[in-house]
């Protein structure tokens, strides 16, 4: 999966709290600080449990709560979208068709 995400991956960073052209930033040093799980940790955990390979991955900023959404592209040619906490690493909610049909044994 790690290939897949060095040439198929789309980053978007929604952030209100961004610093000039770099809205990364603010993102990064909460990973640095342990504030905010690392998206490696959140790919890691999908790889283990999950068939498929990453669309896109957005890390969006609500309220001061980070989210991760990763779409995967299941092997029957769903697209199922995960979305995690990304302060706690849980993952909170999962939409797509034949879902079961992904999970690892």
Do not use: C
Request: hydrophobic residues 40%.
């Amino acid at each position: 999966m790690r290939q897949l995400l060095l040439g198929a991956i789309l980053v978007t960073v929604l952030s209100g709290s961004a610093i000039g052209d770099q809205p990364w930033e603010p993102l990064h040093g909460e990973v640095r600080r342990g504030d905010v799980v690392p998206l490696e940790t959140i790919l890691d955990w999908l790889e283990e449990n999950y068939h498929g390979d990453v669309l896109e991955v957005e890390i969006e900023r609500e309220n001061g709560l980070v989210e991760y959404e990763i779409k995967l592209l299941g092997p029957q040619g769903q697209v199922v979208e995960f979305e995690f906490d990304g302060h706690s690493g849980q993952l909170m909610k999962i939409e797509g068709v034949r879902i079961n049909e992904m999970r690892r044994q």
